[in-house]
């Protein structure tokens, strides 16, 4: 008889690994309708071609490796990489930006490595990173304007012609930086009150990006609850963040204020939807206060002074190449044992 080879994550009853990222998926809905609010239509369609693609991609790989291609499909593993990339990629990014990013994400991110439980970083944002590296221009100025900034927006359909095709209308009329951007270059030469007086601020933090992040805030509060994650790791992260900030960044004519590293860019998604993968973050309780916290000052670190205004993806990555060093360090101890002295775990 022949058995099938089923990798972690081993989950039973109501959490089966289906179930579990199905629920993902549907928890990414509210900041993705958010963002097609006030991004347009871009973000949307993005998700919808990664999806196609990686579906397309995770079928051939599993054909190649004689795989029973149905079964694996059906645990929407390649679906959810497809989402969180979809997510974060530039909404009016070109078609094979995204080809590329899918692609690689799919096949040597996941399936390189064994396929699903195996893979040591997160698929979706080992392609984010090979795009944003390999292709700087299409990833930094394909960023939307909001909605409310502009008389007329784009519709679906010049949405969709300028991403496969020929742009119908002049796109550089329809694309800004991000608000972590501008304020990053800006301050340098201004004040915070020169700065946050630009448009793309709005009212509040950041015109837009502060409601995306909020609907991914309670969206990850609703997964917590419905225990597909805990608390540790996206908590940590947005305390480590946060901490950070008001350390080094107390000095708004300097640095980034702390709300703006909060709500604006990818940092709700990635505290809650990134960086809580349980394939490729740290396993124990105590191990994902250390990876979540982590992940938070390396964000503020290359934010500040490196050369990405995000960071989200390469911080996720520098933590997953340390997840299994933290975990050896925060093994819980056996019920019964005693916990090992020095020289008895040196022996």
Not at 174 to 189: F, G, Q
Not at 255 to 281: E, K, N, Q, R, W
């Amino acid at each position: 008889m022949t058995l099938l080879r089923i990798t972690s994550p081993h989950t039973q009853g109501a959490q089966r690994t289906a179930n579990v990222m199905r629920t993902v998926i549907l928890a990414t809905l509210p900041g993705l309708g958010v963002i097609t609010y006030f991004f347009g239509w871009g973000t949307f369609i993005n998700v919808i071609w990664c999806s196609i693609c990686a579906v397309a991609f995770e079928s051939l790989v599993l054909g190649l490796r004689h795989q029973p291609v149905g079964f694996f499909l059906k645990d929407y593993s390649a679906l959810v990489t497809a989402v969180l990339l979809g997510l974060s990629l530039p909404p009016l990014a070109p078609w094979w930006v995204s080809l590329v990013a899918i692609g690689f994400a799919i096949v040597v991110a996941k399936h390189l490595y064994g396929g699903m439980g195996y893979n040591p970083f997160n698929p979706a944002m080992v392609g984010f990173a090979l795009v944003l590296v390999s292709f700087p221009l299409e990833m930094t100025t394909n960023w939307a304007t909001p909605s409310p900034l502009l008389q007329d927006p784009l519709t679906f359909t010049q949405t969709l012609s300028t991403i496969f095709g020929t742009p119908s209308v002049a796109v550089d009329a329809y694309t800004m930086a991000t608000p972590l951007d501008v304020y990053k270059h800006e301050i340098s030469h201004n004040t915070a009150v020169v700065v946050t007086a630009k448009p793309v601020f709005g009212n509040f933090v950041a015109l837009g990006w502060e409601w995306v992040n909020a609907a991914f805030l309670l969206s990850g509060v609703f997964l917590i609850w419905k225990r597909i994650f805990t608390w540790h790791t996206p908590v940590s992260m947005l305390v480590a963040l946060t901490v950070m900030s008001i350390v080094f960044g107390w000095d708004a004519d300097r640095y980034t204020p702390p709300l703006l590293h909060l709500y604006a860019g990818a940092t709700m998604l990635g505290a809650f939807f990134i960086a809580t993968d349980p394939v490729t973050s740290a396993v124990s309780n105590r191990g994902k206060l250390f990876y979540g916290a982590g992940i938070g000052i390396l964000v503020y670190i290359i934010r500040t002074w490196g050369s990405y205004p995000d960071a989200i993806a390469f911080s996720v990555l520098l933590m997953n190449f340390a997840a299994p060093f933290i975990d050896f360090y925060t093994q819980p101890r056996a019920y019964g044992h005693a916990k090992a002295g020095r020289s008895e775990s040196e022996g």
